[in-house]
């Protein structure tokens, strides 16, 4: 979470509290001064007051002409997409949420951020082979759950969710792609639609919706790829971005 957006808001609020004895004086001074040149200058003689004009038509700019801004465009109906928790029809921009323990496949590994979109892209092709390869089917869309951040990159656990759960003694599928579960708790479901490469604007109005109600998250976020993505540039894409919630501490104070 960047949780800095905030230090950048307390910035904007800039002291108003300062001396302002200069300022008074000057403005007394100017309101002095009129006074003083009346009392010295001779009244001036009284002229005519003006005939008014008529006022000129003013060209009125054309409504027609002039750009509106750009709606945002309805999500499709996403109810038959098999996600975490099912989508409403007109699901909202933010949602309170219950997420199950899923098993998933399973494939763990680090990347830098600029390689964020390749390498996950890359982690569940392996997955998905793995899959194939074992006879299993997927039954959901890919996860990424983030682990572990730095400025510099992040550990990550990519994820595709199974049917039903591997047996107790179930060996690995190989290239390195286990079996797992997806972290289960209560969470708050925001709402991407736009390109993969501006996701970074979504985590920052998740970050401030928690800050300025005094929740508190866990260290680790979800991302759920709603739609395929091919191509992170393409506006078409669409991903739940889930923030798992913690309990607050009994006897914290309300927020103010």
């Known amino acids: 979470m960047r949780r800095h957006i905030f230090e950048t808001l307390r ?5 108003c509290a300062r001396p302002v004895t200069a300022g008074l004086m000057a403005l007394s001074l100017m309101t002095l001064a009129p006074l ?27 409504s027609t002409t002039q750009d509106t801004p750009a709606q945002p465009q309805p999500l499709p109906d996403l109810t038959g997409v098999p ?27 680090d990347s830098k951020w600029e ?12 997955i998905n082979a793995a899959l194939e390869k074992a006879g299993k089917k997927a039954a959901g869309r890919p996860v990424v ?19 039903e759960a591997p047996a107790s003694d179930a060996a690995p599928l190989g290239e390195g792609v286990g079996y797992g579960v997806v972290p289960a708790g209560k969470a ?29 998250s866990k ?20 991903v739940n971005l889930y923030i798992e919630l913690m309990d607050k501490p009994s006897g ?5």
């Open 83 to 109: 996600t975490l928790v099912p989508m409403p029809k007109e699901p909202p921009e933010v949602q309170e949420v219950e997420i199950p323990a899923k098993p998933v496949a399973v494939l763990s590994g």
């Open 115 to 126: 390689d964020n979109y390749a390498t996950l892209s890359e982690a569940f092709k392996k």
């Open 36 to 62: 003083a040149l009346q009392a010295q200058t001779p009244a001036a003689p009284v002229q005519e007051p003006a005939t008014p004009q008529e006022p000129k038509a003013q060209d009125v700019p054309d």
């Open 219 to 238: 260290e680790l976020q979800i991302e759920e790829w709603v739609t395929d993505i091919t191509d992170p540039a393409a506006k078409n894409a669409i």
């Open 252 to 256: 914290s104070a309300p927020p103010q």
């Open 11 to 15: 910035f904007s609020r800039v002291a």
């Open 188 to 216: 708050l479901r925001f709402i991407h639609a736009d390109s993969y490469g501006e996701i970074s604007e979504t985590y920052e109005a998740a970050g401030l919706y928690i800050e300025t109600r005094d929740l508190i």
């Open 145 to 163: 759950v983030y682990t572990k951040y730095t400025d510099e990159g992040f550990s990550y656990q990519a994820m595709i969710p199974l049917a």
